[in-house]
């Protein structure tokens, strides 16, 4: 064709542009870059989208492989197009509105000029409708968005440290870069794994000015990204995974970061032996009751890095969960969240209790239970040695004070035989923690003991003492609360010297006595008979042995040349003196029954009240051990009697021979 038809043809078609009505020829330089943009589109040529887009829509819409694939998400619609209206914005910009299909959908086209002249797309408002209400949506930033959760998977599902920390807010990349490696892996893993089936890429995602929300399908729910526009770039600032399943929920990345720091940061801490530090991270209610006065070198606990425990969380509420595990063990470390000061604050996570499980003893260690367990002990043998009953009270369980030192007074308790725990040498052996009770076992002035501690409102207080000696029962409190009622009895009968306390003394021995006891004799007179024989000396005898059944118990006091035999009965929930045989020595007539042995001196009125005061032995008892009492010889038995330098009282012997002793049966 001729230069000359040529230029004649391009005449005629402007001429008839200008004549024509049509919209299409007064529209014809938008037509043109609209419609090429709908055809490499429908074509799926990427190169050639390019061509006919601006620079800045390459840059944000086009700037993968797979941006074709996030195009379709969009849902572009497509099909004939007709131009309603061209506003010229400025030289370099023009907005487009246009309607397409048969539905006549409504598209808004930007158009830019490029570096040769020439129009293109530089963006694209699609109309958009959610809950009722209507929005322009640029595709621009959809893409940009879109394209940054391709690169955000790619980057956590195969990326180094950087490219993970790269894409996120500086808020959360602060977060990450300070977890330990193998836990930060740990965490990208999670969130990119659990794909749906198909392994489609189909996410929905609702956009602000500056916040977007975007959610991912996944196997069992689905995952949230928070991302944040920051100078003009789409950044991660918190992921979520929400479903169902307990084990892969995850509320927030963000304060599940938090959390894992401030651990991290309490296992260093912990390494360090810093308690200022550890005061800052821990519930002050841990930190003070456990913490802050331990010796935190009797628990080891994980390396702050983790290099040989794999590291689980929960975020539950307030709540963090840690299970830190290796093939010795599994601890696991309970967090609250504090108080929020702002909506910006960083989440304050707080170490509430630690307990560590030894896989091969199976044992339960408890930091709350092993320190304060171990603070309270150090208080109650101090306080016992010294026979301070008030704190030994403090620190006892309910059960332990009011079954035996509820029972004891500062003018009894010396009567008991505690001898044993007069030594403040203490070294610690073992613990064992079964639940709430704790086990602690120790060397003490080289005897062996165990205390029991169990946990009674929030505190962990002495609940038993376990040791080893013959005859009496492995448990100090049973032996003591056998021995209370015996003691007091006895205390009755010194009492019973002084003219002036009979009523007072009476009181005393029947609060301690059986009712046939009380019966036969206490209850019959107005005063203590015959001094109660002095059975309050024979019961000062160390403590040889006990029996004890279900409703009785026999208590043994010295041996065959000095002491005394106890029946005791169970009424009223305890146990209490049914009757005593006094032993002078190791012949039948040198033995008495108290109850018996009275009842018959009232009877035949050969009982009379004291006449003078005289000091009472128990106000001064000797030494008493529990201990199994050595048969000696008769040259070294009176280092057995109370009073060494006075040998045994004798028996009457009409009495003696006249009065049966009741534990024949039973001897």
């Known amino acids: 064709m001729s230069p000359a038809i040529r230029s004649l043809m391009l005449f005629t078609g402007l001429a008839l542009c200008m004549v024509g009505s049509g919209s299409g020829c007064a529209h014809l330089i938008e037509s043109r870059a609209i419609n090429a943009f709908a055809k490499n589109l429908e074509a799926q040529n990427l190169d050639g989208l390019k061509v006919v887009t601006s620079e800045d829509f390459n840059k944000r819409a086009l700037r993968t492989a797979t941006a074709l694939e996030d195009l379709k998400i969009l849902r572009i619609p497509d099909g004939k197009t007709l131009i309603v209206d061209v506003e010229q914005v400025s030289d ?65 599902g195969h990326g180094d440290r950087e490219q993970v920390l790269s894409i996120t807010t500086p808020k959360l990349r602060t977060a990450l870069e300070e977890l330990p490696p193998s836990f930060l892996a740990q965490v990208t893993r999670k969130v990119t794994q659990g794909k749906t089936a198909s392994g489609k890429f189909r996410p929905t995602a609702s956009l602000d000015e500056k916040v977007a929300v975007v959610k991912l399908p996944r196997q069992s729910g689905e995952t949230v990204i928070t991302m944040e526009l920051r100078k003009g770039k789409w950044q991660v600032a918190d992921i979520a995974i929400a479903c169902k399943d307990e084990e892969e929920k995850l509320p927030s990345v963000m304060n599940l970061a938090h959390a894992v720091n401030r651990c991290v940061a309490f296992l260093a801490a912990y390494q360090l032996e810093d308690k200022d530090q550890l005061s800052a991270l821990c519930e002050q209610d841990f930190y003070q009751g456990s913490l802050s006065f331990a010796d935190l070198k009797q628990a080891k606990l994980p390396e702050p890095q983790l290099p040989d425990h794999e590291l689980q969380v929960r975020l539950r509420g307030n709540r963090a969960d840690f299970t830190l595990r290796s093939e010795a063990e599994f601890v696991q470390i309970d967090m609250q969240r504090g108080a929020d000061i702002t909506s910006e604050s960083t989440p304050q996570y707080v170490v509430s209790d630690v307990t560590i499980y030894e896989i091969e003893s199976r044992q339960e260690k408890r930091l709350s239970a092993l320190f304060t367990a171990q603070g309270m002990l150090e208080v109650f043998i101090h306080a016992l040695s010294q026979r301070k009953l008030d704190e030994i009270k403090h620190c006892s369980t309910h059960d332990f004070s009011s ?59 002495v609940d038993d003492v376990q040791w080893k000696v013959s005859g009496v029962p492995e448990s100090v409190k049973s032996t003591l609360e056998i021995l209370i009622p015996i003691q007091d009895f006895a205390a009755g009968i010194t009492l019973g010297r002084n003219p002036e306390q009979q009523q007072q003394a009476l009181d005393l021995i029947q609060g301690n006595s059986s009712s046939d006891f009380n019966r036969m004799v206490w209850s019959q007179t107005k005063f203590v008979p015959n001094s109660g024989m002095s059975a309050d000396s024979f019961l000062q005898a160390p403590v040889r042995s006990m029996a004890i059944g279900e409703k009785e118990v026999i208590v043994n006091f010295g041996d065959q040349r000095y002491g005394a035999k106890v029946l005791m009965r169970r009424e009223y929930d305890r146990f209490i003196v049914d009757d005593v045989v006094l032993i002078a020595g190791p012949e039948e007539s040198e033995r008495l029954a108290l109850r018996q042995s009275l009842r018959s001196q009232m009877a035949n009125g050969n009982v009379k009240p004291p006449q003078t005061i005289v000091q009472a032995s128990y106000q001064s008892p000797p030494d008493r051990k529990v201990e199994q009492a050595l048969h000696e010889s008769p040259a070294k038995a009176e280092s057995l009697y109370p009073n060494s330098s006075n040998p045994p009282r004798l028996l009457d012997p009409e009495v003696g021979h006249e009065q049966p002793d009741p534990f024949d049966d039973i001897r």
Request: charged share 35%.
């Open 403 to 461: 079954r035996v030192w509820d029972k004891m007074s500062e003018a009894t308790v010396p009567s008991m035989p505690l001898e044993s725990f007069d030594s403040l040498n203490v070294k610690y052996v073992s613990a064992t923690f079964q639940g709430a009770l704790t086990k602690i076992e120790v060397s003490q002035g080289d005897r062996p003991f165990t205390y029991l501690l169990r946990e009674e409102r929030g505190k962990f207080l």
């Open 92 to 156: 370099e910009k023009k907005r487009v509105t246009v309607q397409v299909g048969e539905d006549k959908k409504e598209v808004f086209y930007e158009l830019t000029r490029d570096d040769s002249g020439k129009w293109v797309i530089d963006d694209i408002y699609l109309k958009q409708k959610k809950k009722g209400i209507e929005a322009y949506k640029s595709v621009t930033e959809q893409m940009d968005l879109l394209l940054t959760v391709r690169e955000f998977l790619d980057a956590w």
